[in-house]
């Protein structure tokens, strides 16, 4: 998991399935979407055998809205410290994502779309950013809640905006647009010899001889300004990579000069210090430790700019999970325990298993882009 504590880092990251998207517009749309999306005609699978893993108040949170959504996966993300359940669900064919604190409220709802749904602008500028691409998905992405200061709070008008995906020649992209047409951001695959060279020594360094399987170059282009997008001039870029070694996976994000923002990466428990290894066991009491990592923060925005903190934040993560109970932890180097979020998990039927044979998989370390946001 992302260190609980650890402030934003506030630079374009990878935009994964629209859980780093902005979000903009009126509760108008969203509303009658949701409608739409719940009527009988799309209510044609039922959740009855589908075994739901979640918190109990996130779960009741989604059925109060979709009561027959079918939930095919859970993940979770940090945002400013907190920590957010991302879940994906199926309402009849249609795509549904929603993003929710522990205690249940709604901080997302993204619901999939087609570009007849999108206003003209907007498509537009989802066209232009593509580039002649073919454009394979879209979402309405409403946002109902934002992180501050550690705990969700709702906006009185809820934000949407529309996020599209894109893909040419084997490399995809996401962009996420204001409906006015504004590109709040972008990112796109590019391959290694399009990285300035002091990003790409700083990606090879971190990766130490593993497996680089992704870069994109992320841009933040707009942030929300009261009721409106301001433009960014210049736009923040960053560079994003994924490695692997084994089944073990990281990731980096850096400055074009080679600054590096955050980095994160798995573990295998010989390589977690001996006083954060002893502070998980204990933390997670006879539980199951099923996934360890390392996440790193070396600079932050701030005013535009991306500056270098003048110690890198550092936390070791774990989750664990037994019988009918997960959890998360975050450590210091030293052993401190940062913070520790544990749950009762809920399933459909009960009787049809526990926690411990379903992986969680965690959002770790992509926080929103541009400023500190909801997901």
Not at 273 to 291: K, N, Y
Not at 328 to 356: F, M, Q
Request: aromatic share 6%.
């Amino acid at each position: 998991m992302a260190p609980m504590a650890k402030k934003p880092v506030a630079v374009p990251r990878r935009f994964n399935r629209g859980r780093t998207r902005i979000l903009w517009l009126g509760l108008a749309a969203l509303i009658v979407a949701v409608i739409f999306l719940i009527s009988p005609a799309f209510l044609k699978r039922s959740a009855a055998k589908e075994q739901v893993r979640l918190p109990a108040a996130v779960l009741g949170a989604i059925r109060e809205i979709f009561p027959k959504a079918v939930i095919s996966e859970v993940g979770m993300e940090d945002d400013e410290g907190m920590t957010l359940f991302v879940v994906e669900t199926r309402v009849g064919e249609t795509y549904v994502e929603v993003v929710a604190s522990p205690d249940g409220v709604i901080a997302e709802v993204s619901i999939e779309i087609t570009a007849a749904d999108v206003p003209q602008a907007a498509m537009a500028a989802i066209r232009k950013a593509a580039e002649g691409a073919q454009v394979t998905e879209i979402n309405t992405v409403g946002a109902h809640a934002e992180v501050k200061d550690g705990r969700l709070v709702k906006l009185l008008v809820p934000r949407t905006t529309y996020w599209a995906e894109f893909e040419k020649g084997g490399l995809a992209g996401e962009v996420t647009v204001a409906p006015d047409g504004t590109v709040v951001e972008l990112s796109t695959d590019i391959e290694a010899k399009d990285v300035p060279a002091a990003a790409l020594a700083a990606i090879q360094k971190a990766a130490a001889g593993a497996a680089i399987t992704e870069i994109s170059r992320d841009e933040a282009r707009a942030e929300p300004q009261d009721d409106r997008f301001a433009r960014l001039d210049p736009p923040t870029v960053a560079y994003w990579a994924e490695f692997k070694r084994g089944e073990l996976f990281g990731e980096i994000t850096v400055a074009a000069d080679g600054t590096v923002v955050e980095m994160s990466a798995d573990l295998e428990a010989k390589d977690v210090p001996e006083a954060v290894l002893a502070a998980i066991h204990r933390t997670a009491d006879g539980a199951s430790i099923t996934e360890l990592g390392r996440d790193e923060t070396h600079a932050e925005l701030d005013g535009g700019e991306i500056v270098r903190l003048q110690k890198a934040e550092v936390y070791y993560w774990a989750e664990f999970q037994k019988d009918d109970t997960a959890g998360e932890v975050s450590v210091a180097p030293d052993g401190a325990v940062v913070e520790v979020l544990k749950w009762k998990c809920v399933t459909e039927n009960r009787d049809e298993g526990s926690c411990k044979d379903h992986r969680i998989r965690l959002n770790r370390g992509r926080s929103p882009c541009p400023a500190p946001q909801s997901a």
